[in-house]
């Protein structure tokens, strides 16, 4: 059974520093691994996207994959209070039609 | 372009009871997933819907149950309601491309529906 672990936080920076989230997982058949932003009453939201080992940037946002350390993680650069959120870490393998996900980490940037 | 819409937003009932919480999925996107979320955790899954059949279930008791329509919007049910079952229930849609499982397939949440047992 997947399991996906997250630090639930809360994490605290201040504002303008980088965020780091990090994610790991225990099967070794994953193959799609994505971050979700989560606002205090609102449905999860997609940021990112990620499916080959090494980085992918999107804006201020940068995933990172490491299938062989089984390790996701997400970079937020220039932290703004408006990113402060659940963030969840989610996996996919090919055969499974569903999304795992995590507990989530709980993001709180300083003004 | 619509994204996925879910109805109603809030919801209240009492042990006992049964509910309907209702989607559609975002123009193009074929498959509904619903999910379970209770405060403090992860979306869990609890089944997926796609050619108006159930393809795939979560760990989830027989009590709840659903359906799609021929234009892929989808009902979830829940009969005999316990105290437990109140929590953030999420639809979300994806497109299947069948023969590629491999592809990914982004899922896109809608709003949710909150259901408050009492």
């Known amino acids: 059974q997947k399991e996906v672990e997250q630090n639930s936080g809360p994490l605290s920076v201040p504002e303008g520093a980088i965020a780091s989230l990090n994610c790991t997982y225990s099967d070794r058949v994953s193959q799609s691994f994505f971050w979700y932003r989560q606002y205090s009453g609102k449905s999860p939201e997609l940021i990112m996207s990620i499916y080959s080992n090494g980085d992918k940037e999107d804006g201020r946002f940068t995933a990172q994959l490491n299938k062989a350390s089984q390790y996701v993680s997400l970079l937020i650069r220039d932290s703004q209070p408006s990113d402060s959120a659940t963030y969840l870490c989610?996996?996919?393998?090919?055969?499974?039609?569903?999304?795992?996900f995590g507990s989530g980490t709980q993001l709180t940037v300083l003004p | 372009d619509a994204g996925v819409t879910q109805s109603p937003t809030h919801l209240i009932k009492t042990r006992g009871q049964q509910v309907t919480l209702r989607c559609s999925p975002k123009s193009g996107h074929d498959t509904v997933s619903w999910y379970q979320q209770a405060l403090g955790q992860g979306p869990q899954f609890i089944f997926q819907y796609y050619e108006e059949e159930e393809r795939q279930r979560g760990n989830f008791p027989d009590r709840f149950s659903g359906h799609q329509f021929p234009n892929y919007s989808s009902e979830l049910n829940v009969n005999a309601l316990l105290l437990g079952d109140s929590a953030l229930y999420l639809c979300?849609?994806?497109?299947?491309?069948?023969?590629?499982?491999?592809?990914?397939?982004?899922?896109?949440f809608g709003p949710g529906t909150r259901l408050l047992v009492l």
């Open positions: 989610a996996l996919k393998d090919g055969s499974a039609r569903q999304l795992t």
């Open positions: 979300a849609s994806s497109f299947f491309r069948p023969g590629r499982a491999d592809l990914q397939e982004t899922q896109y």
